[in-house]
């Protein structure tokens, strides 16, 4: 009897023992339950969203005014040379925009640092003070030429297609050389100039706003960007097979060797985005995904590239002997200002159709302008102050450069609209900036810093036979640019 009492008091205590350890266990689980919501709440966003972001601020970028000139070159340089060639040149590109990501962490490595390094610093601490000086002034005259074409293809486009003062048939300003008061018709430079001022107040508002600040807008032009160009491919796709292919111009050339100089200028401005890789390299936490993205963004670029140039050099062609919306427009989107989905007339959809391609330039240079101008003024403020620690009041400072790189450009869109007279401006700056500069830097930077040659953004074109590749190409496609733009029978 006793012995059984004894034995049920040790089960008893066994039992509560067993519930005390369970109680113990499920208050552990609800403390870790809670300190990893806590952690999440706080937690950085995850490694697709800063994927997702940086892929958007790449491709604004990237998507300025260049896409919009892709079709024409297309066109005037024959479909199959400037296709293959445009795919080089995407090639080489993101190769250099990986060389400046390994450059960039080999001036860590050289200083003892891990931040952002200007490209600027980089030039003159692999190559050379007078290299960088070449580089900022290259730099300089790119984005100013850029955000010119910028300024002046917003105010053109809404001028055209949301005219106030004016018929919006009464001036095609995209095709005006020269100076604005040369225009048959002063109402339509007065639409222009008031939405020129509109561009103005808008970017000397971006262009204060901290990049951080910027992810929701960039994003929504990501998209909006994105959706245009599959607007105006879809569309194109769907008016070929309508028309039986009876209209498709027979006049395209495979090369067209006196207008292939403005091939190179065009397909390396609509992918350079090279200056801003030390800035767009630090936006997500995680670096190792930096790379893999430029490769996302320059493969779909070039596809859309592709695409949107070959069908449309086929579909507008080059000759204007058939009826409207040809010959393809030197701004393709303006080709849309005459679209009815097949129609007799445009029905509702193809006037919202028309309006969203034809506005479309406003959205995208409106989004490339701050970059670019922050980008400038970055290196501006660098140079000015001779170093990379910001003194008192700096970001005072900051925002007098960020305003001193943008209303140059706006200022001379307010006298002179000449696409040609920009792109060529651009064109040889682009060179310099994309397929000169990165791979001199890469060469010497190996030599430099030997104990860093392996760095996260490594891989196998990281070798110099690369490099020399590049700049092989960039030599030939340079001089042939200018002897084609000193040459007055080229076309550009």
């Known amino acids: 009897m006793m012995q059984d009492s004894g034995d049920n008091a040790l089960e008893e205590r066994l039992l509560a023992d067993q519930e005390q350890d369970h109680q113990e266990c499920e208050d552990q689980q609800e403390q870790t339950l809670g300190e990893n919501a806590a952690t999440n709440a706080e937690a950085p966003p995850s490694v697709a969203g800063q994927a997702v972001l940086l892929f958007a601020f790449t491709v604004n970028y990237i998507f300025g005014a260049g896409v919009l000139g892709i ?58 003070r007078k290299t960088r000086t070449l580089y900022e002034v290259s730099l ?72 951080a600040k910027m992810k929701v807008l960039q994003l929504t032009f990501t998209c909006v960007g994105l959706f245009a160009l599959f607007l105006m491919v879809i569309t194109v796709g769907a008016a070929m097979p309508e028309d039986g292919f009876a209209d498709i111009d027979t006049s395209l050339e495979v090369f067209n060797a006196s207008s292939f100089g403005a091939v190179f200028g065009t397909f390396v401005f609509a992918q350079l985005c090279h200056h801003g890789v030390p800035l767009l390299s630090h936006i997500p936490e995680r670096r190792d995904i930096v790379r893999p993205v430029f490769v996302a963004v320059i493969g779909t670029t070039t596809s859309l590239y592709l695409v949107l140039g070959v069908m449309c050099a086929i579909f507008f062609g080059v000759v204007d002997d058939v009826p409207t919306p040809r010959p393809v427009n030197k701004l393709i989107t303006l080709n849309w200002a005459d679209y009815t989905a097949g129609a007799a007339s445009a ?21 490339a302008f701050p970059l670019y101008a922050i980008t400038l003024g970055n290196g501006w403020y660098h140079s000015y102050y001779g170093g990379e620690t910001p003194p008192p009041g700096v970001g005072f400072s900051r925002r007098i450069f960020y305003l001193a790189a943008t209303f140059p450009a706006i200022f001379c869109a307010a006298f002179m609209a000449d696409v040609s007279f920009m792109l060529i401006l651009v064109g040889i700056s682009a060179f310099i900036i994309a397929f000169f500069i990165p791979p001199s830097m890469q060469l010497q930077s190996r030599r430099i810093v030997p104990e860093c040659v392996v760095t996260r953004y490594s891989w196998h074109f990281s070798k110099p036979f690369y490099c020399y590749v590049c700049l092989i190409f960039a030599c030939i496609a340079f001089c042939y640019t200018v002897i084609s733009a000193v040459n007055p029978e080229v076309e550009v």
């Open 71 to 128: 079709p024409y070159a297309v066109a005037h340089g024959g479909i199959i040379a400037a296709s293959v060639t445009l795919v080089i040149s995407s090639a080489l590109g993101l190769l250099s925009m990986v060389w400046v990501l390994e450059c960039q962490e080999r001036a860590n490595c050289f200083k003892g640092t891990t931040g952002i390094v200007e490209f600027s610093t980089m030039c003159e601490l692999f190559i050379g």
């Open 347 to 367: 029905g509702p959809f193809a006037q919202a159709v028309s309006y969203y391609v034809r506005l479309y330039p406003a959205i995208t240079c409106g989004a």
């Open 140 to 211: 300089t005259l790119f984005v100013l030429s850029s955000a010119w074409m910028y300024a002046s293809i917003f105010s053109v486009s809404l001028a055209k297609s949301v005219p106030i003062m004016s018929d919006s048939s009464q001036c095609d300003l995209a095709s005006v050389k020269g100076f604005l008061w040369n225009v048959p018709h002063k109402s339509c430079w007065g639409d222009y100039l008031i939405y020129l001022g509109i561009f103005a107040l808008l970017m000397s508002i971006l262009v204060q706003t901290d990049l």
